[in-house]
């Protein structure tokens, strides 16, 4: 069983920067692959960013693309995205989720944590 506890969200102005954290319990955390989902209010979970478990691919949505930057300590067993020039849409409740599969998709994923709200002010 994995445990992932994310914290960093909070308010900011549009064009700030947030770094949100996922910590992570039990021993095998070098072995998932991590990645952030996001849900704005009335619409669907979506695909963030992944990084591979040893760092060496990191992949993202078009639309943080050259903003967000995902990335991992597995001595620290946590896992981090740091996110500049934020705007109003980036407004969302940010999950981390840990899989065995590199993927995009929801699905592939097993462990969730309990969420991070982020809110970006105009």
């Known amino acids: 069983q994995v445990q992932l506890v994310e914290s960093g969200g909070g308010s900011v102005q549009a064009g700030g920067s947030l770094r949100l954290s996922c910590a992570t319990s039990?021993?095998?955390?070098?072995?998932?692959?991590m990645a952030w989902f996001r849900q704005a209010p009335g619409k669907e979970r979506e695909f963030v960013a992944v990084v591979s478990s040893n760092s060496g691919r990191t992949y993202y949505a078009d639309s943080v693309k050259g903003r967000f930057t995902i990335s991992r300590d597995n001595a620290k067993n946590t896992v981090y995205l740091q996110m500049n020039s934020l705007q109003p849409e980036d407004t969302a409740a940010y999950y981390c989720a840990a899989g065995l599969y590199y993927s995009t998709q929801r699905t592939s994923y097993d462990y969730w944590g309990q969420g991070t709200q982020v809110t970006v002010s105009s």
């Open positions: 039990g021993r095998t955390f070098s072995s998932y692959v």
